[in-house]
């Protein structure tokens, strides 16, 4: 089968750091990905992680363990935009399945 | 500027009505996907097609049905038979060949069922 769980909300200072964690179960492996998704709106591509290790894109990180099954998204210098829903989703084959979203809120 | 079309935005249907969402693409992707995603929740997928006319059932496909006649077009019909039809539909596409697809959403179209 395959499972994928991360935390249903989060809250965060702006300006502050925020972590948000994934943990996933799949028979088969293609690779991790992080959707950042507005209310009301499309998904939009944030990160993509296949080896173990951190990827680093601006304000935005994504960290994998493939061992574990384990991902998590780091959000640095928060800023109110930020405030969205966080999606993490895992790929097998041609397909990609999708966990139930954190949404974050974040504050002044 | 290359992306995906939703048609309608939103949509309100009587119970016991079929009706179509339409979803366009002019990215040359092959492989095209219905998602839905409820209040609170993740998105799953109803029906994909990775080649024109070849379609493949997702984890929720009862009570809907899709076609693939051209490669830019995947329309979704939800049918009567659909018991909670209310939801958030997205339709996506990506390219086939890779195998970490990233996928590109349309905005979405939102059906309420009165």
């Known amino acids: 089968g395959q499972n994928i769980d991360q935390p249903t909300e989060m809250t965060a200072t702006e300006g502050a750091i925020v972590q948000i964690n994934c943990t996933y179960q799949?028979?088969?492996?293609?690779?991790l990905f992080w959707y950042q998704q507005h209310a009301g709106e499309a998904p939009t591509f944030l990160s993509y992680?296949?080896?173990?290790g951190l990827e680093e894109k601006g304000r935005f990180s994504s960290f994998l363990s493939r061992s574990k099954g384990y991902s998590y998204l780091l959000l640095k210098e928060l800023q109110m935009k930020d405030s969205a829903s966080y999606l993490c989703a895992h790929g097998a084959g041609n397909m990609l399945t999708f966990g139930g979203g954190t949404r974050l809120m974040v504050k002044p | 500027d290359g992306g995906i079309t939703q048609s309608p935005k939103y949509l309100f249907r009587k119970e016991g009505q079929n009706v179509t969402l339409s979803c366009e693409q002019n990215?040359?992707?092959?492989?095209m996907y219905w998602y839905r995603q409820d209040p609170g929740q993740g998105l799953r997928l109803i029906y994909y097609?990775?080649?024109?006319?070849?379609?493949q059932k997702g984890d929720i496909a009862e009570g809907y049905s899709v076609s693939r006649e051209k490669k830019e077009s995947f329309p979704l019909t939800v049918t009567s038979a659909q018991k909670n039809p209310t939801a958030f539909y997205l339709c996506?596409?990506?390219?086939?060949?890779?195998?970490?697809?990233?996928?590109?959403f349309g905005a979405g179209s939102r059906l309420t069922v009165l």
């Open positions: 996506a596409s990506s390219i086939r060949e890779t195998g970490a697809n990233v996928l590109t």
């Open positions: 799949t028979s088969g492996f293609n690779g």
């Open positions: 990215l040359n992707h092959d492989a």
């Open positions: 992680n296949v080896l173990d």
């Open positions: 097609s990775q080649i024109v006319n070849d379609f």
